[in-house]
C-alpha cells in the first residue's frame, strides 16, 4: 500500500481522536509503572501535529512526515517524544525514495530500534510495531490482532524506560507506550477503510 498526504493526513486525525479519547486510560496505564503523563504527553504531542499539518499544509508526504516528526520530538516529554518522533522522520526520510508503506514502517521500527536500544520483550512499544509491522506484509491486519498484540505485553518483565526500575513488578501491567501504538495501528486501519 502508499502512503499518500491523504491516507496520512487522515491517519493522524484518527490517531489524535483516539489519543484524546484515551488520554486519561494512558495517564492511568503510566502511572502504574512510569511517571503517569503519557497520555497527556501525547495529546500535547498530537494536537501539534494537527495544528501544523491544518496551518503548514504541507505539500507532500516527506514534508507531512517532516512536520509530525518535529512536533512529536518538541512536545511530547518522556521516552515517548523522541521515539515516536524518530518513527516518522526515518519515515520521512525514506519517503524521498518510495511511498510503500510497508517498507516505511521498516524504517521507523529500525529507528525506534536504533534510538530506544529496545528489542522485542523488553516490554516496549517494539513489542507491538514488530509483531503488526510483520502481520501488515504477511496478511491482513485485524483490530483483534492489535489487540492482542499490546495485550501481550502485560506479561512482559519491563528492561527499558522507567518502568525497568519496577523489575518484576512490572509485569501484569499494560505498558503505555504499546497501548498508544495500537491506537496508533488502528487508526491506520480506519484510514485505510
Known sequence: MELTIKLFEEWMQNFSHKIHDNKQYLNDLDDAIGDGDHGSNMVRGMDAVIENLNTKNPGDITDALKLTAMSLISKVGGASGPLYGTAFLE???????????????????????????????????????????????????????????????????????????????????????????????????????
Open 91 to 193: 519515515m520521512a526520510k525514506k519517503s524521498t525514495q518510495t511511498t510503500d508503506l510497508n517498507q516505511l514502517l521498516d524504517v521507523a521500527l529500525q529507528g525506534i530500534i536504533k534510538r530506544g536500544g529496545a528489542e522485542i520483550g523488553d516490554k516496549t512499544l517494539v513489542d507491538v510495531w514488530t509483531v503488526i509491522i510483520d502481520k501488515l506484509k504477511t496478511s491482513k491486519l485485524t483490530l483483534e490482532d492489535i489487540e492482542e498484540t499490546v495485550e501481550k505485553t502485560k506479561d512482559l518483565v519491563a528492561h527499558k524506560g522507567r518502568a525497568s526500575y519496577l523489575g518484576e513488578r512490572s509485569k501484569g501491567h499494560l505498558d503505555p507506550g504499546a497501548v498508544s501504538s495500537g491506537y496508533l495501528f488502528d487508526s491506520l486501519l480506519e484510514a485505510e477503510g
